[in-house]
């Protein structure tokens, strides 16, 4: 038997968060009906699946009515499954409206690519958006994902409703309560979930749901809801919708914005604004990307941890959302992917364990022994590692450059701003020198990092990380990059190429290489490698210290800020949008 404080320890390490996110056990049968032999339900029936949806859900709500002379349109769903709710939703809503839509939803058992790809594949009326809904499916990663379509916003949660809905913000305008029925389901029926849905609830807030049971009906009366029994689809004989009164609270509408700083940071806010139809001028000291985004090739990747931390959190759903938007907002990203592989035999033996800790999903990273590592890099590496299939590199004032093109944002060039200018928002986005804008607010260090650019005899066919990094862009191979907290000066050294490349030799000792050049630069810090993201006081906002994670961090970030500013459902969970705010 355990005593009590081995007891205690015992349980805190058996609650350490894990990047385990649950399949469903699905089957679908010869008609093409996907069902939940976990729940024992189904998620639609294949011969009309697409009509429920518009009886239940669209109709139930009032839609497409309802939305039709509205900009923004928010739908909160209770069990994403197969999508199929979505997809009707968004195809629906292009034809009827010419506004955004945001649709919420949650699911504990995310489909994988494979079971989603079977689910929607009777349904060929749905074909076109099913097949965007599956090339930009978010990673199987637990909490929040933010996904963008032309004028469609899906911000869906994978995990249980119960810890996912306090953690959201939003102004629900219809909701689309599809949870298995109570009887088979109870937890998508319960009093919290009912009390999140009312404080989600936008004014005149709406519900429909297949199910007339009595546990719904009296949940959903009690947090404000008038219900109404009607019609059920099919041979259901009663289904439920409803309405709550609550008084409109006006948003500040937002025309333009200032953006101060021209790295990865300040060209993914100004992007974003301007993509909500922000009229947006930066302002940049130097040139664009003439700070730390000036380095000739970065790599996206998520650090790993030993355990899904918040900050590991961060990282992680920021690199599936730049993986995902950087490209389309016309950022060239080389989807090369990337394999990490321990720096010395202990590394090696941490990045087996973390394997074992962390449990992320194949989707994200896969397992590779040795062999297959040096299949992977073209080269004979003698540690395994994990390979991140999404892992891509990109050339960051490119990037910088391309974020800009857009015809809501003006760039200034050499256009060094003093003192805090006027705007309907400003957003402060130049790394360190943030500090001297906001004394109070922001103490953020610096660290120098300095890159090799080198000629190499051998070619890498994947970004490889260790200690550092290399990555082979066709013309070059460029590692790095050092890390010194005492020498600011920003010199490049033959001490630096030489450590660059003394960690090289560890991970690839064949490798012949010549130095061409170097650059250095330098990073803005925070103490608790998270950046300072968010609102400082009203019409004020920072994206500062993002460290070496800038390439991943910064587009979400900038998404972040903008939902903020536009007033739409927040992108991440409220933990980690507090975790990120500036104090
Ligand atoms: N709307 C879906 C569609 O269009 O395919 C069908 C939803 S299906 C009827 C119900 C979904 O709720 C399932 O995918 C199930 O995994 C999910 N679910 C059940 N319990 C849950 C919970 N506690 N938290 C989050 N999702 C849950």
């Known amino acids: 038997m355990l005593a009590c404080g081995q007891k205690s320890r015992y349980s805190a ?49 009032s839609l497409p009515q309802r939305w039709h002379d509205q900009a923004h349109f928010t739908i909160g769903e209770l069990g994403f499954g197969t999508g199929l709710n979505f997809l009707v939703a968004w195809k629906e809503f292009t034809e009827t ?11 504990k058992f995310p489909l994988t690519i494979a079971q989603l790809t079977e689910a929607l594949a009777h349904q060929p009326q749905l074909a076109d958006v099913a097949a965007q809904l599956i090339a930009h499916y978010p990673l199987r990663l637990p909490g929040w994902h933010r996904v963008k379509f032309d ?5 869906l949660g994978f995990g249980d ?20 029925a109570p009887a088979k389901n109870d937890a998508m029926w319960s009093t919290d979930v009912f009390h999140q849905i009312a404080r989600l609830s936008a004014a005149d807030a709406t519900f429909a749901t297949f199910t007339a049971a009595a546990v719904a009906k009296r ?21 439920l919708v409803g309405m709550r009164h609550g008084e409109a609270h006006g948003s500040r509408a937002v025309k333009t914005a ?54 590991t959190a961060w990282h992680f759903a920021a690199y599936d959302f730049a993986q995902r938007t950087l490209a389309q907002w016309g950022v060239k990203l080389n989807s090369t992917g990337m394999l990490k592989i321990g720096k010395d035999d202990e590394d090696d033996a941490k990045l087996r364990s973390i394997r074992e800790s962390l449990q992320l999903d194949e989707s994200v990273a896969q397992w590779l022994e040795p062999e297959e590592v040096s299949a992977r890099v073209g080269q004979r590496i003698t540690r395994g590692g994990f390979f991140f299939p999404h892992g891509a590199w990109l050339n960051p004032a490119d990037a910088c450059r391309a974020l800009l093109h857009h015809p809501n944002i003006t760039v200034h060039e050499h256009s060094k701003i003093k003192e805090l200018p006027t705007a309907d928002a400003i957003i402060i986005a130049n790394a ?18 300095q890159v090799s650019v080198l000629a190499a005899s051998e070619k890498l066919t994947t970004v490889l990380c260790h ?12 590692i790095g990059a050092t890390y010194d907290r005492e020498d600011l000066r920003g010199a490049v050294t033959d001490a630096n190429h030489a450590q660059n490349i003394t960690e090289l030799h560890e991970a690839l000792p064949m490798m012949q290489v010549s130095i061409q050049t170097g650059r250095t630069s330098m990073r803005a810090t925070t103490p608790n490698r998270l950046p300072h993201v968010g609102k400082v006081r009203d019409g004020l906002y920072v994206s500062v210290g993002h460290g070496s994670r800038g390439m991943i961090s910064a587009p979400l970030a900038a998404e972040l800020i903008a939902s903020e500013i536009c007033g739409e459902p927040l992108p991440v969970s409220r933990a980690l949008r507090d975790a990120l705010a500036p104090r």
């Open 219 to 239: 949940g959903l009366q009690e947090v404000g809801f008038m219900v109404q029994k009607v019609q059920g689809f099919g041979h259901k004989r009663d289904m």
């Open 97 to 107: 409206s010419s506004g955004h839509l945001h649709f919420i939803s949650v699911e």
């Open 13 to 61: 390490l058996m609650q350490q968060p894990t990047a385990h996110v649950p399949s469903p056990q699905m089957t679908v049968d010869a008609e093409g009906t996907p069902r939940s032999t976990g729940f024992n339900d189904i998620y639609f029936s294949a011969r009309n699946g697409i009509a429920e949806t518009q009886h239940v859900y669209l109709a139930g709500n």
């Open 432 to 449: 360190q020198a943030a500090n001297d804008l906001l004394p109070t607010e922001l103490t953020m260090g610096v660290t120098a990092g």
């Open 151 to 155: 004028r469609v916003t899906l911000t």
């Open 258 to 311: 200032i953006v101060i700083g021209g790295g990865m940071a300040g060209c993914s806010v100004a992007r974003a604004l301007a993509e909500r139809g922000v009229q947006v001028t930066l302002h940049e000291k130097e040139s664009i990307a003439s700070g730390a985004s000036g380095n000739p090739a970065a790599v996206l990747y998520p650090q790993l941890t030993k355990y899904y931390t918040p900050a």
């Open 467 to 478: 200690k550092g990094y290399a990555i082979d862009t066709g013309e070059a191979l460029i």
């Open 161 to 180: 409703v119960s810890e996912l809905l306090p953690q959201m913000e939003a102004n629900v305008d219809a909701w689309f309560l599809d949870g298995f």
